[in-house]
């Protein structure tokens, strides 16, 4: 009897430590259950979120696209409108030109020749009126020694001697007075 005492006891023992693994073995399957539960609501959770975004970024495309293609009509629009403008620009302008073409041939000559000489007379004002410029930079540093008294007479009457001579040069090589530079610009 005592061997089935202890066999008995065993017996015990195994059915304990078997429902002690079934409860543990419960319980970590429980644990598992729960944590893909929770993997799938935030799985869940993220899709519907990503589906939102992607909505909302669909939306803002599609606006977009609306946009710019209004955006790319009015352009056209502006576009074809200044294009039109340019052709009646050049229209009015070409006219005239190609009337002066068809002008006989000894007045177009006689306007090359005026605006030949006017051109000419435009370059020697320029070079007049930078001549003058040289002699006035020329007095005026002159002008500032004497000022300042550091020549004494002679050196005086030599700048004013300069400035004459100097004077007298522009006059003879142009053989035009400063009066009637100023009258011609």
Same mark, same amino acid.
Do not use: Y
């Given at each position: 009897?005592?061997?089935?005492?202890?066999?008995?006891?065993?017996?015990?023992?195994?059915?304990?430590?078997l429902k002690s $693994?079934?409860?543990?073995?419960?319980?970590?399957?429980? &644990?598992?259950? %729960?944590?893909?539960?929770?993997?799938?609501? /935030?799985? /869940?959770?993220?899709?519907?979120?990503?589906?939102?975004?992607?909505?909302?970024?669909?939306?803002?495309?599609?606006? =977009? %696209? %609306?946009?710019?293609?209004?955006?790319?009509?009015?352009?056209?629009?502006?576009?074809?409108?200044? &294009? =039109?403008?340019?052709?009646?620009?050049?229209?009015?302008?070409?006219?005239?030109?190609?009337?002066?073409?068809?002008?006989?041939?000894?007045?177009?000559?006689?306007?090359?020749? &005026?605006?030949? $000489? /006017?051109?000419?007379?435009? &370059?020697?004002?320029?070079?007049?009126?930078?001549?003058?410029?040289?002699?006035?930079?020329?007095?005026?540093?002159?002008?500032?020694?004497?000022?300042?008294?550091?020549?004494? /007479?002679?050196? %005086?009457?030599? =700048?004013?001697?300069?400035?004459?001579?100097?004077?007298?040069?522009?006059?003879?090589?142009?053989?035009?007075?400063?009066?009637?530079?100023?009258?011609?610009?």
């Amino acid at each position: 009897m005592k061997s089935l005492q202890n066999e008995n006891e065993t017996l015990i023992q195994q059915v304990n430590l078997l429902k002690s $693994e079934q409860r543990h073995t419960g319980s970590q399957h429980k &644990e598992e259950l %729960k944590r893909k539960d929770k993997q799938i609501k /935030r799985g /869940r959770k993220k899709r519907i979120v990503w589906t939102k975004t992607n909505w909302h970024r669909l939306t803002l495309l599609a606006k =977009a %696209k %609306k946009k710019m293609k209004t955006t790319k009509g009015q352009w056209r629009s502006k576009f074809q409108l200044l &294009e =039109a403008n340019l052709h009646q620009e050049f229209e009015k302008k070409v006219n005239p030109l190609e009337r002066d073409r068809q002008l006989p041939m000894e007045s177009w000559i006689m306007g090359e020749e &005026e605006w030949k $000489e /006017r051109e000419r007379t435009k &370059e020697h004002i320029s070079l007049l009126t930078d001549q003058l410029q040289e002699c006035s930079v020329e007095t005026k540093q002159e002008d500032d020694i004497i000022e300042q008294g550091l020549g004494n /007479r002679t050196e %005086k009457d030599q =700048a004013g001697n300069i400035i004459h001579n100097r004077h007298d040069e522009l006059q003879s090589e142009h053989g035009s007075k400063p009066q009637e530079v100023e009258k011609t610009e």
